[in-house]
Structure formats: structure tokens, C-alpha cells
């Protein structure tokens, strides 16, 4: 493949026709499990029978009431643990192909310059995001349409979090999420970029200025093992996904690569490598095959790259390029060389500018999102759950709505 490649989406999109036909396979549930296994209530159940209708524009209406970021998930949930697997049709033969309705519906929204959110009153009082992910980027959604005045404080130069700065060009090109946070900037949320909040302005002069403060600054380092604190051939999972991002997939690669991890990180990495011609990767998971943590879809099309994927090893050695593994419940051993190594191990947060919060095990103590601090609430990655996109949405929602009581109570 050429380099050129890394800049296309992998998955196709459905046509006028093929979407129709596909919500032709809706049971049209009386229950709609599939809305109710949506963590962000985006409601499939109701849009798939939009499409089925010929109404787009409804569709449209139904996913962006209540999911600011539907052309993100259209492409990034792990659907087959969430509305998929809720799907009635998986008992006849397979479920429906919720998330590429979803991306059709988005994409024609985009195509037709439909401009469903209005520009918020802002008469409600003052509140600060810090960090403009997608628990910040949905909470500043719902807040404007509550009627508030929101900041978004971000500190890189560009919005977005891991959408911006992880999640591989050919999952999720750059336009869409640029697309999404454009939308959001015309409601009237101030986004304020290159702002470190900690360097730049402190959360105290924050608090005096706001009537409350959202923190939703994610996950934003990526973990190492301490087997591997004075190996210097090796790199960090996110780092090289940032740096190949950052550099439109013109970096160099190396031969032989080995990948450390099982998530959808390590997927990432993998088919990254492989896209921009590394000619043998390997990836060693400590889970076994059946409880492989990366999603159905990140796997699959990780293989279908010519990945080689080794379930159930964990790492007990590393002399400078080989890594000695042993299996997690069998006596097997196996050692692996390769020129590079990159170890996607998961990632932790980075609160030093924020002493006074409590944090347990790289989560945010909160109480339906509120600190010990009644006016610092907390969302995203950063809070207890699930670290998915369409969890961040939810949180960020919900925590918007509790900002919301508690000032009204005020
Ligand atoms: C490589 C990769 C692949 C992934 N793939 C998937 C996937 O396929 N599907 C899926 O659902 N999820 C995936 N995830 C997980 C998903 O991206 C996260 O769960 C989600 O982004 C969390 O959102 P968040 O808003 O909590 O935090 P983030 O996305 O981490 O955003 C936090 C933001 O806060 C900013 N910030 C931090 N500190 C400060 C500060 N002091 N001042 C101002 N700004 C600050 C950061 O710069 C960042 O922009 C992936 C993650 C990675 C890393
Ligand atoms: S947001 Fe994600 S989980 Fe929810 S319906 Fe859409 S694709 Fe499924």
C-alpha cells in the first residue's frame, strides 16, 4: 500500500440505496434494544426507521439531539459490544449495520449543509471545559443549548483529544471531525486553544470567573512497564500514532516491528505500520483470544492487513531489540526480535495542575459527576467507565445536565 492510502477511510460507505435497503432489515422493534445498548441514547431504533421512511433530514434530527459527535461514532464505536449487540436481526442472521447508517446519515447531513443546532441564548451564567475531547466537546454542546456561556479551554493547538491526536486518519479523517467541531464553534461555545490550563490560567482564576467549572482532560499519557524503563529502542504506543499522525503518515518505518498490547491502541499501531509499508509486524496481547480487549472490527481489519496477532504472552525480559515472553497459563515461552518496539499498555492521567481533586486508580472521585468541590464537576476518560468515544459523549452529557440542576438549585 502507499502512503497515500493512510489518507483514505478503510470501511466504504453505504449509497442512498444500499442505506435504504439495509434499514429495510429493521424488525422495527416495539422496544428497541438496540437505542436502549446506545450508552449515548443516539437512538438507532428511531433513526433506522427515518431512513427506512426516506427521511434523512428526521434521521439526521434524531442522531444530533442527541449525540453531537454521530460522524465520530459512526466510525469508531465498538458497535458489536453496544447497539449491535442489542440488535434483534442477530437472530435471524446478522444485525444491522447500525454505525454505517449512522456515518450515511451524518455524511448527508454534511453534504446538504443541514444546520440543525441553533446558536445557544448564553443567559444562563458562565461555565469553563477544560479540554475540548469528546466529553468536553459534547458537555459545551448540551450547556449552549441549556442557554449557558461555555469556554472551552484546550490546551494542544487544535480541538478533539484522541480524535485529533490517536485515532488513525484512515478510521476517522481529520475533515469529519473538523466538520463536528465546526458546528459546535457556530452555536457560539468560545473554544480557546493553546490554553494549559495549570500554565497559561490557573483553576482557581477559573472558578472566580465561572459559575462552574467541567474537567474533562482525558487520559493524555501513555503507560509504560517498568521491564522496559531503560530500554531506549522502544516507543510509546501514542507517541508514534501522534507523530504519524501529526505527519500525514510521512514518517519513516522501520522493517520489522513489534507492537506490545491487545486494545484497539495496539490495533492502531499495528495496521498503522502496515499501511505505511512495514513489511513484518507483530502484535503480542497478554489477553487471550476470547476476551480480546480491541474491537471486533479493529481486529479483523488488522489481520486482513497480514498483521500476525499472538494472544496470551506477557512480557519478563528485553535485551535491547528481542523480548522474552511467557504465556499467561501454559508453560510456553517465546522470544521476538524486531527492529522497532512500541508498547501500547494503556494510558494514564496527567492531573499535577490539579492538586486539590482526589483520584483514585487514574479516576476522578465524583459523585454523579460532582467533586468534593460542588462547582468542579468531571467527565470523560478521567471518571469511572468505560474509555470509549460514545462513553465520553455520555458522561460529558450527563455532566452537563448535573452542572445544570445545581445551578438551577443555586
Ligand atoms: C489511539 C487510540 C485509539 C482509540 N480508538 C478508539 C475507538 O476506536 N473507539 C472508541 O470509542 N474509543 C477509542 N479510543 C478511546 C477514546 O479516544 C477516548 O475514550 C476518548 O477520547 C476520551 O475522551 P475525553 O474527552 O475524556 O478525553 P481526550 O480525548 O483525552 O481529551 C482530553 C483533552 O483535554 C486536553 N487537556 C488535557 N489537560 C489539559 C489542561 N491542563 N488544560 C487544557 N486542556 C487539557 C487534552 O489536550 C485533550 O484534548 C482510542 C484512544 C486512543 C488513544
Ligand atoms: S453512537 Fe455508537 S453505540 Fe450509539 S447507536 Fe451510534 S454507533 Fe451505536
Not at 501500547?344 to 483514585?360: C, E, K, N, P
Request: net charge negative; with cysteine; aromatic share 6%.
Amino acid at each position: 500500500m502507499s502512503q497515500h492510502d493512510y489518507l483514505d477511510e478503510l470501511i466504504p460507505a453505504f449509497t442512498p440505496l444500499l442505506a435504504i435497503k439495509e434499514a429495510s432489515r429493521c424488525l422495527l422493534c416495539h422496544d428497541a434494544p438496540c437505542s436502549q445498548s446506545c450508552p449515548a441514547q443516539t437512538d438507532p431504533g428511531k433513526f433506522i426507521r427515518s431512513i427506512y421512511f426516506r427521511n434523512f433530514k428526521g434521521a439526521a434530527e434524531t442522531i444530533r439531539e442527541n449525540n453531537a459527535l454521530g460522524a465520530v461514532c459512526a466510525r469508531v464505536c465498538p458497535t458489536e459490544k453496544l447497539c449491535q449487540r442489542g440488535c434483534s436481526r442477530s437472530g435471524i442472521d446478522t444485525p444491522i449495520d447500525i454505525a454505517r447508517l449512522q456515518r450515511f446519515v451524518t455524511d448527508f447531513e454534511q453534504r446538504t449543509n443541514m444546520q440543525i443546532y441553533q446558536p445557544g441564548r448564553k443567559d444562563k451564567g458562565k461555565v469553563a471545559i477544560i479540554g475540548a475531547g469528546p466529553a468536553g466537546l459534547q458537555a459545551s454542546v448540551t450547556l449552549c443549548n441549556l442557554g449557558y456561556d461555555v469556554t472551552l479551554f484546550e490546551k494542544e493547538v487544535q480541538p478533539g483529544g484522541w480524535l485529533r491526536h490517536g485515532i488513525p486518519e484512515f478510521r476517522l479523517p481529520q475533515s469529519v471531525l473538523d466538520t463536528e467541531i465546526a458546528r459546535i464553534v457556530e452555536m457560539g461555545v468560545n473554544l480557546q486553544c493553546g490554553c494549559e490550563v495549570g500554565k497559561n490560567i490557573t483553576l482557581a482564576q477559573l472558578k472566580s470567573e465561572h459559575q462552574a467549572v467541567l474537567l474533562t482532560v482525558g487520559l493524555s499519557e501513555g503507560s509504560s512497564l517498568p521491564l522496559f524503563n531503560d530500554a531506549n529502542t522502544v516507543e510509546i504506543a501514542v507517541d508514534f500514532l501522534q507523530r504519524a499522525r501529526g505527519n500525514g503518515g510521512k514518517i519513516a518505518v522501520p522493517q520489522s516491528a513489534l507492537v506490545i498490547g491487545g486494545g484497539d491502541v495496539a490495533m492502531d499501531v499495528a495496521s498503522t505500520l502496515k499501511i505505511l509499508g512495514c513489511s513484518s509486524v507483530t502484535c503480542v496481547a497478554r489477553e487471550e483470544l476470547a476476551e480480546f480487549p480491541a474491537s471486533v472490527k479493529e481486529f479483523t481489519t488488522t489481520q486482513a492487513l497480514g498483521v500476525s496477532i499472538i494472544d496470551g504472552f506477557t512480557p519478563t525480559a528485553v535485551t535491547g531489540n528481542t523480548v522474552t515472553f511467557k504465556h499467561v497459563r501454559l508453560p510456553g515461552e517465546l522470544t521476538l526480535t524486531a527492529e522497532h518496539i512500541i508498547l501500547a499498555v494503556g494510558q494514564h492521567a496527567q492531573l499535577d495542575a490539579f492538586t486539590d481533586i482526589q483520584v483514585q486508580r487514574n479516576t476522578v472521585d465524583t459523585h454523579h459527576y460532582q467533586t468534593a468541590d460542588p462547582a468542579l464537576f468531571a467527565a470523560g476518560d478521567i471518571v469511572q467507565g468505560d474509555k470509549t468515544v460514545v462513553y465520553a459523549v455520555k458522561t460529558g452529557k450527563e455532566a452537563a445536565q448535573a452542572i445544570h440542576h445545581y445551578l438551577e438549585e443555586a
